[in-house]
């Protein structure tokens, strides 16, 4: 890429670090032509296809933003939040896919949401799968009483027993 200060489209890398758990590659580089640094983040690309056809880079904070609704008033903090986005990206980058669909996004939070409160996944997964009735709601509930027959509240109790 050119320079941002001088345009010269030569430069010359001096450091490059791991960052955000090794996703992207810090680069330090410097101009070979008026000798300033700066700094370029590389990334595996990884983008979304939305239903009106538009693609844009898969963001993290627009997981959060799009679970956070479901979260209200529910015992979810803004660390599990983002622990859950992360886990989010981590599972759609080991698809392997540089695009996917807006929908797959909403399939991979499914499951650590519902690891993360029952509550705020039911919320989520109606709106997500479009649920019509309470025979849907009702099928849902039956589903999750099968995975976590003790916990009716809640996330299920983790086990501390290794
Ligand atoms: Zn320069």
């Not at 990334?43 to 538009?54: E, F, H, I, W, Y």
């Not at 797959?104 to 996944?121: N, S």
């Not at 849907?136 to 509930?141: L, R, T």
Request: charged share 30%.
């Amino acid at each position: 890429m050119y320079c941002p200060f001088c345009r010269n489209p030569d430069s010359r890398v001096v450091d490059s670090r791991l960052a955000d758990d090794g996703s992207s590659i810090r680069r330090r580089r410097q101009c070979t032509e008026c000798g300033r640094r700066f700094s370029t983040v590389e990334t595996a690309s990884l983008s979304v296809a939305k239903r009106s056809g538009v693609a844009e880079p898969f963001s993290r904070s627009k997981v959060i933003s799009g679970v956070r609704k479901a979260c209200q008033g529910r015992p979810v903090t803004e660390d599990d939040l983002a622990m859950l986005a992360q886990e989010v990206e981590e599972s759609i980058r080991a698809s392997g896919a540089a695009e996917i669909d807006a929908n797959d996004v909403g399939l991979a939070i499914l499951a650590p949401l519902q690891r993360l409160d029952l509550v705020a996944y039911l919320r989520f997964a109606s709106v997500y799968q479009a649920f019509e009735s309470l025979d849907d709601f009702e099928k849902s509930i039956k589903e999750l009483r099968r995975e976590y027959p003790a916990g009716s509240a809640g996330a299920p109790a983790r086990s501390v027993a290794e």
